[in-house]
């Protein structure tokens, strides 16, 4: 190999670092625009104060519904399973909700349903002898909403993997930003001091602050 192909070699690697940052880089500026604003919400809750919103829904289900859950459980004990397809349309489009087959607690007397959703808490409960329905969702506002989709919060498979995809690119972006760094230190005295002050500045809190 001839010395002169040292400098276009270490410049081809530059370049292929620079393409990673940038790219990593756009694909995660929003999710790291929005992770930065509900951190803040979260850790200051008392900052902005929302109101709770209750939707309280009653019905009653037609027999030949109720019919259905024959064939679904048998005897005193809960089952945990989706309910029949028909029963299940019925109450999303009675409701104005989607159930996506989750799974309810179907009970010799009462069917009950957990409704969870990002910002929002919703419950339905269905009495098996006489068909009343009692439907109920409270909103806590869209702080709350984008709060719980910072935790993963009842937000669904799609969500989970755009985290898992946003956090490989936060560690592309980070990595990449790291090695272009260490290429500039020569030139910037400052960059390993600042580097070690953000690495130690949290270690340091839970040392000697968390307990």
């Given at each position: 190999?001839?010395?002169?192909?040292?400098?276009?070699?270490?410049?081809?690697?530059?370049?292929?670092?620079?393409?990673?940052?940038?790219?990593?880089?756009?694909?995660?500026?929003?999710?790291?625009?929005?992770?930065?604003?509900?951190?803040?919400?979260?850790?200051?809750?008392?900052?902005?104060?929302?109101?709770?919103?209750?939707?309280?829904?009653?019905?009653?289900?037609?027999?030949?519904?109720?019919?259905?859950?024959?064939?679904?459980?048998?005897?005193?004990?809960?089952?945990?399973?989706?309910?029949?397809?028909?029963?299940?349309?019925?109450?999303?489009?009675?409701?104005?909700?989607?159930?996506?087959?989750?799974?309810?607690?179907?009970?010799?007397?009462?069917?009950?349903?957990?409704?969870?959703?990002?910002?929002?808490?919703?419950?339905?409960?269905?009495?098996?002898?006489?068909g009343e329905?009692?439907?109920?969702?409270?909103?806590?506002?869209?702080?709350?909403?984008?709060?719980?989709?910072?935790?993963?919060?009842?937000?669904?498979?799609?969500?989970?993997?755009?985290?898992?995809?946003?956090?490989?690119?936060?560690?592309?972006?980070?990595?990449?930003?790291?090695?272009?760094?260490?290429?500039?230190?020569?030139?910037?005295?400052?960059?390993?001091?600042?580097?070690?002050?953000?690495?130690?500045?949290?270690?340091?809190?839970?040392l000697l602050?968390?307990h």
């Open positions: 190999m001839k010395l002169s192909d040292f400098p276009q070699k270490r410049s081809n690697r530059l370049r292929t670092l620079h393409l990673w940052h940038w790219i990593s880089a756009a694909f995660s500026l929003s999710g790291m625009l929005l992770f930065s604003i509900t951190g803040l919400t979260l850790n200051n809750a008392t900052w902005i104060e929302s109101a709770i919103s209750v939707d309280h829904q009653e019905r009653v289900v037609p027999l030949h519904l109720l019919e259905t859950l024959e064939s679904v459980s048998s005897g005193h004990k809960p089952l945990n399973a989706p309910l029949p397809r028909d029963l299940e349309s019925w109450l999303d489009t009675s409701l104005g909700i989607r159930i996506n087959e989750r799974t309810a607690e179907i009970g010799a007397d009462e069917i009950y349903l957990s409704l969870p959703s990002p910002g929002a808490d919703a419950w339905l409960a269905v009495d098996r002898t006489t329905l009692t439907y109920e969702k409270r909103e806590r506002g869209w702080i709350a909403y984008f709060n719980d989709l910072h935790k993963g919060r009842h937000a669904g498979t799609g969500w989970s993997w755009f985290i898992d995809l946003f956090a490989f690119s936060c560690i592309v972006f980070s990595m990449s930003g790291l090695l272009l760094m260490k290429t500039q230190a020569a030139n910037r005295p400052s960059t390993w001091p600042l580097l070690g002050m953000g690495a130690l500045a949290p270690l340091l809190i839970m602050f968390i």
